[in-house]
């Protein structure tokens, strides 16, 4: 069975006493690819340091919408020079720097205004489509969530964006990117769909109580989703409380498995072949 961890922070320091092990048991679960988004500047770059040093890691690079008090004038510049400088350079020769995240707008923790987090989204989308890489997207509604606001605007940018792409005949446009841990309605999964982004399903379908969210999963066409573990946060049941890795992306397969009436080895199988669809990197087993 191939397993692809699209979504996994394995630069964070959760992981620093053990990384190769956990590795190894995400191997031994049968994960075959393992991609770390970047928060910052500094977890982009350790993203990268990471994927250049196993075969079975690749990294994105972008600042996080919690983040955004670390953005300045110069990062645009800083991300494209860390993709161009010889260690980015010698990394996506091998296909490793794959994407522009994670990227998005949060208006749960308001770490800044809503403006300014679009005109840096907006920013990075202009990024991305100067590299070619499609973007991971971080999207959080406010607590009084019902409003969705967030995706609302979210779509509003994301709409512009892909019409931009299109008129210029971009092939980006054709794989834009994913929405990370969707936790949306039906109404904006369709929308999101519809542009040609993928939805990354986390740990939280697992659970319990998670009704409305297993109801969406179960209709969402199987060749737009992602597993994503999220690691070391968003653990799925039975971990839950405890710290999450690349192996229990196992878990969630099994999960939307029966939600969708099929089998662990489809879901696998479909899913893997998404993310090498969309991330375009090599096989690694
Ligand atoms: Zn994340």
């Given at each position: ?26 191997a ?7 991609l ?19 075969p079975m ?22 991300l ?45 989308l ?36 892909i ?15 994913v ?29 319990k ?19 994503e573990?999220?690691a ?10 405890k710290?999450?890795?690349?192996s ?25 072949e ?12």
């Amino acid at each position: 069975m191939n397993l692809t961890d699209t979504h996994c922070h394995l630069d964070l320091e959760n992981f620093d006493p053990d990384r190769l092990a956990v590795l190894e048991r995400a191997a031994q679960a049968g994960v075959v690819h393992i991609l770390i988004p970047g928060l910052n500047l500094s977890s982009s770059r350790s993203a990268v340091k990471l994927a250049e040093s196993h075969p079975m890691l690749s990294a994105a690079i972008g600042i996080h919408p919690t983040e955004a008090a670390t953005w300045n004038e110069s990062s645009s510049d800083e991300l494209l020079s860390l993709f161009s400088s010889p260690i980015g350079r010698g990394v996506r020769d091998e296909g490793k720097i794959v994407a522009i995240g994670e990227i998005g707008l949060d208006y749960y923790w308001n770490a800044a205004t809503r403006e300014l987090q679009k005109n840096i989204l907006r920013l990075q989308l202009d990024l991305a489509a100067r590299l070619g890489l499609p973007v991971i997207l971080h999207m959080r509604e406010s607590r009084d969530a019902q409003d969705e606001h967030c995706a609302g605007d979210l779509l509003h940018i994301l709409e512009i964006w892909i019409a931009g792409l299109q008129l210029a005949n971009d092939p980006l446009a054709q794989r834009p990117g994913v929405l990370h841990s969707f936790s949306g309605s039906l109404e904006a999964a369709r929308r999101f769909i519809s542009l040609g982004f993928n939805l990354g399903v986390t740990g939280p379908v697992t659970f319990k109580n998670a009704h409305a969210r297993q109801a969406i999963v179960a209709t969402l066409p199987l060749d737009h989703i992602l597993l994503e573990t999220d690691a070391p946060f968003q653990t799925p049941h039975p971990y839950r409380g405890k710290r999450n890795e690349p192996s229990y992306v196992r878990l969630i397969a099994d999960k939307i498995a029966l939600l969708h009436a099929c089998t662990i080895e489809e879901v696998a199988a479909v899913t893997s072949e998404n993310a090498k669809r969309l991330f375009v990197w090599k096989e690694t087993a």
